[in-house]
């Protein structure tokens, strides 16, 4: 048998019905227990409550393997003693205010999966490094002129996209705004910023196809599949030198990691004067979700849960 058990705090987040999707192509079962209450902000004490003890019940059904995906879910994990613990650290759950319980947690189990280098770097034990993988056949390049004309953008504007909410005070949509702002004080003609967030997750790269280049000025990151995703669409992308962003574009002539505002001001400044350019895709080739999936399950094997085969 191929079973695990998936511990998560939000189900419908797209990277990890991604990783669902591609593990069961491999052959994998994966039931899933949630945090109940999709609302991070609304969650109390007691939904993790009922959280530990329907996990707890579940494992003692017959899985190969516990995985535990984001830092809170890992007590639960350990707390069963029958199967060996997995446990995936996305970001915020080590490098945030989580931190402390992330890594007592880590030094727990069977073995942990990381999004970067610098995740790694921060525990006191070894990590597989495997970030979460991008469909690069939905996130391909297109035209900018025709993704314009289905959204109804002006042709002629320079636009730099910024692809969260920006009521999410971790991703500081007011320093992009600012940064922006003077951008568009150094350059003749239309600068616009433009926000996606709320749409389907397969309408966003008609977003990233639209725009000129794009920024994320995010405090923290661990290895935001925004920056990958845009990159799978050509489009350049400006950010904060958090997570292992720079991995991806240090080598770019045209995107890159700014140290401060007045770096961010000018990388974008010049990106859109010679704007549109199209470069990244090679550069997030081998992060494709099938290789994701693969490097998964052989931590799975690692960990010693029994039987599990992978066909093709």
């Not at 446990?87 to 073995?111: H, T």
């Not at 400006?238 to 995107?255: A, K």
């Not at 494709?288 to 998964?296: C, F, H, K, P, V």
Request: aromatic share 6%; hydrophobic share 40%.
């Amino acid at each position: 048998m191929n079973d695990v058990l998936m511990l998560v705090t939000n189900e419908t987040a797209t990277f990890y019905r991604h990783q669902i999707d591609a593990l069961e192509r491999l052959g994998m079962n994966c039931d899933t227990v949630a945090v109940p209450n999709t609302d991070r902000e609304a969650r109390s004490v007691s939904h993790y409550v009922r959280f530990y003890g329907a996990a707890l019940r579940q494992s003692l059904s017959d899985y190969d393997v516990v995985h535990a995906n984001y830092g809170l879910t890992a007590p639960a994990a350990l707390a069963q003693r029958q199967r060996p613990v997995v446990l995936s650290l996305w970001g915020s759950d080590l490098l945030g205010s989580y931190g402390k319980l992330s890594s007592w947690c880590a030094n727990r189990c069977d073995e942990v999966i990381v999004m970067s280098e610098q995740m790694a770097g921060e525990l006191d034990r070894d990590a597989h490094v495997i970030p979460h993988g991008v469909d690069t056949e939905l996130f391909s390049p297109g035209s900018q002129a025709r993704a314009r004309d289905e959204l109804g953008w002006d042709q002629t504007s320079r636009v730099v996209l910024f692809p969260y909410d920006p009521n999410r005070p971790i991703k500081d949509f007011e320093r992009a705004r600012s940064v922006v702002d003077e951008v568009a004080r150094r350059l003749d003609g239309t600068v616009q910023l433009r926000t996606v967030s709320g749409v389907d997750h397969e309408e966003v790269p008609r977003y990233m196809n639209a725009a000129d280049v794009m920024v994320l000025t995010s405090r923290r990151e661990g290895s935001p599949n925004t920056v990958k995703e845009a990159l799978a669409c050509d489009c350049p992308v400006v950010s904060t030198d958090v997570g292992d962003v720079s991995e991806y574009v240090d080598d770019l002539r045209y995107s890159g990691v700014c140290a401060d505002d007045g770096e961010l001001v000018d990388r974008l400044a010049a990106t859109l004067r010679a704007a549109p350019v199209s470069e990244g895709r090679e550069q997030v080739a081998h992060l494709g979700l099938s290789e994701m999936a693969r490097n998964i399950v052989s931590v799975y094997r690692t960990a010693g849960a029994r039987g599990v085969q992978v066909d093709g």
